[in-house]
């Protein structure tokens, strides 16, 4: 039988970056997780239907975090004084060694996945570690809690020191089998998860371009993130004409939908290959601040025509707020501007990258038009309303000063998340 519900509210979402599009006191009509139309007005046809009103509440898509890694939810705030490489060497690998056992994966994935679900975020794309089991311990714990993922074992047969370092052939068999075991779940799914350049073997590189293609599978990975990052890349894989060409030589960059994280020095080649082959750029700017890595360029790519989400990159970033990471994104933007005169960001252009910009990963996701999964947000603003601001002002306001106290409930694919 068809499964209609209707909710009302202050609606507010982002069709295009440039403008917001509002309801006040407006209705959203979802049949079977789908929405079929927003109304000012509620139809003939739908009265006598039973309405969920969230009178004088904000009801807004779910949050879209492209780009974060389980395990350094366990690390966030660490090594915040030093640059990628000391910081991947010193804390992160250390640290992702202790995965090995799955106790301790366990007890650190339940803690991370109820605060990502807490801070509003329905929809996530996840590294865990080089470990088979605790990465089907994370993929059990997103599917019980009911959103939508992500989540990729991640391949490092080089350069992981002696505690986090696979056997190419291990890495292969245990990236095949995670494949096997969750590919045809609809909300939590598998993704190539090469973890950088550095940490492959081009023999292992090979056989993740291989298994994506022969699963349809997609792909993530870290880009041009740090100067001598890209220095190394370029020692490593000197027959290779850019860091990109680095995945797109083995089919890992577009040949299935790919994401790229950090994206800040690239160069014409790779700007092209990114918006021919339609790669997803993942801006991470808490995490590009924190590890000095730098400030990516957002306006130019945008210009460029690369299509760009938002990622927490919890550990490098220190928050899994994505309301954060829209604040730091755009005040990202305005730094630049002071410097180069480029346009900053504005805060619907910001709430598109984490709603239907980063949606667009999962499939009709991040919007409230017709055919959009229902992933929604009720937030709870009412101390500020006295004000008469509007709801294009209350959401900004969400934004900037909000957190997870002011979010009420949760939806994901039309479902209630508990
Ligand atoms: N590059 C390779 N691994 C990582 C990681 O864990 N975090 C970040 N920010 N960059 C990386
Ligand atoms: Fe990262």
């Known amino acids: 039988m068809e499964h209609i519900k209707i909710f009302k509210g202050d609606i507010i979402f982002t069709e295009r970056p440039e403008v917001f599009t509002t309801y006040k006191d407006g209705f959203v009509v979802v049949k079977n997780g789908t929405i079929l139309a927003v109304y000012k007005d509620i139809p003939e046809s739908y009265k006598g239907l039973p309405v969920e009103n969230h009178r004088d509440k904000l009801i807004i898509p779910g949050l879209v975090d492209l780009h974060v890694h389980g395990p350094q939810f366990d690390q966030v705030g660490l090594g915040m004084d030093k640059e990628l490489i000391d910081w991947l060497n010193i804390y992160t690998f250390q640290l992702e060694s202790k995965f090995k056992d799955v106790e301790y994966a366990k007890e650190v994935y339940t803690r991370f996945v109820e605060a990502l679900v807490k801070g509003g975020t329905t929809r996530v794309c996840i590294y865990a570690t080089i470990h088979k089991q605790s990465t089907e311990l994370l993929y059990d714990l997103l599917i019980h809690k009911g959103i939508g993922a992500y989540v990729g074992k991640v391949n490092m047969d080089q350069n992981g020191g002696i505690n986090l370092q696979e056997d190419t052939l291990e890495s292969i068999e245990n990236t095949e089998a995670l494949i096997k075991k969750y590919k045809n779940h609809s909300m939590v799914k598998p993704i190539i998860t090469p973890r950088f350049a550095p940490n492959c073997t081009t023999a292992l590189l090979k056989a993740l371009g291989d298994l994506a293609a022969k699963y349809n599978i997609p792909v993530q990975s870290h880009l041009s993130e740090n100067k001598k990052e890209v220095e190394w890349v370029k020692e ?64 130019r790519w945008l210009n460029e025509g690369i299509n760009i989400g938002l990622g927490s990159d919890v550990g490098g970033g220190h928050l899994l707020s994505m309301t954060q990471t829209m604040v730091r994104a755009i005040q990202n933007s305005k730094v630049l501007q002071s410097i180069t005169g480029e346009k900053s960001l504005s805060t619907s252009e910001a709430f598109y990258m984490a709603t239907k910009g980063g949606g667009s990963f ?38 900037y000063t909000g957190d997870d106290r002011n979010i009420i409930s949760r939806y994901c694919n039309g479902f209630y998340i508990k």
């Open 362 to 399: 999962f499939g009709k996701v991040g919007s409230f038009e017709k055919g959009y999964v229902f992933d929604a947000l009720i937030i709870d603003d009412e101390k500020w309303t006295k004000e008469r601001l509007t709801i294009q002002e209350r959401l900004n306001r969400f934004i």
């Open 236 to 299: 490593l894989f000197s027959d290779c004409s850019s860091y990109g060409d680095v995945y797109n030589k083995y089919g890992l960059f577009g040949q299935k939908p790919t994401l790229m994280a950090h994206g800040i020095y690239l160069v014409e080649e790779e700007i092209e290959m990114l918006r021919n082959q339609e790669v997803t750029i993942v801006h991470c700017p808490d995490s590009n601040m924190n590890l000095a890595s730098g400030i990516m360029p957002t306006r």
